[in-house]
T-cell receptor, first 115, second 113 residues
Framework: ETGVTQSPTHLIKTRGQQVTLRCSSQ?????VSWYQQALGQGPQFIFQ???????GRGNFPPRFSGLQFPNYSSELNVNALELDDSALYLC??????????????FGEGSRLTVL | LAKTTQPISMDSYEGQEVNITCSHN???????ITWYQQFPSQGPRFIIQ???TKVTNEVASLFIPADRKSSTLSLPRVSLSDTAVYYC??????????????FGKGTKLSVKP
């Protein structure tokens, strides 16, 4: 068990709506990264938060935004949902923001379906 | 961008050794190579990480040649439960900010009885 928990596990929204996904990082980890995984594809990096600041962003539009709280938990917000936003959203926590600091601990993901 | 190339799929039988090779021609000097395993509807799970030569842990070995332009994940004596997608990753930098990890499509390993 990784210790990273995500909620909700599944949700259904309609186009144009907004969604908030939540992630509790593993104890002691100060960095949270969010990934989007479409069916049959590898995870795609959305952004990373390190000590409450955005610390790198992938090729996603501004309607994808996030927060990290003092306890290092995090939220992913997506506005104006589109059909292509349907995916598994994965949160990963780690100690330190460098890509070479060892393993990422992933949660089980939140499965978003946009109708 | 430091991208990786892996075979789309591989088949094996229980008890065999499986070697999955990954190409990463543009790997940066400071980059490490990391492998993850993912089962359906679950988050990826770290397998092994290395910088050069050989790294071994309780589940796998990672072989990295001197030029570091490729790496090979070796799974000894696979079982049915090793059926999963395996991702090879190297770090990448977006506009000077801290790097993130790029996942490709991975290699789907199917282990048969």
């Amino acid at each position: 068990e990784t210790g990273v928990t995500q909620s909700p596990t599944h949700l259904i929204k309609t186009r144009g709506q907004q969604v908030t996904l939540r992630c509790s990082s593993q104890s002691g980890h100060n960095t949270v990264s969010w990934y989007q995984q479409a069916l049959g594809q590898g995870p795609q990096f959305i952004f990373q938060y390190y000590r409450e600041e955005e610390n790198g962003r992938g090729n996603f539009p501004p309607r994808f935004s996030g927060l990290q709280f003092p306890n290092y938990s995090s939220e992913l917000n997506v506005n104006a949902l589109e059909l292509d936003d349907s995916a598994l959203y994965l949160c990963a926590s780690s100690l330190g923001a460098s890509r070479n600091t060892g393993e990422l601990f992933f949660g089980e993901g939140s499965r978003l379906t946009v109708l | 961008l430091a991208k990786t190339t892996q075979p789309i799929s591989m088949d094996s039988y229980e008890g065999q050794e499986v070697n999955i090779t990954c190409s990463h021609n543009n790997i940066a000097t400071n980059d490490y190579i990391t492998w993850y395993q993912q089962f359906p509807s679950q988050g990826p799970r770290f397998i092994i990480q290395g910088y050069k030569t050989k790294v071994t842990n309780e589940v796998a070995s990672l072989f990295i040649p001197a030029d570091r332009k490729s790496s090979t994940l070796s799974l000894p004596r696979v079982s049915l439960s090793d059926t999963a997608v395996y991702y090879c990753l190297v770090g990448d930098d977006y506009g000077g900010s801290q790097g993130n990890l790029i996942f490709g499509k991975g290699t789907k390993l199917s282990v048969k009885p």
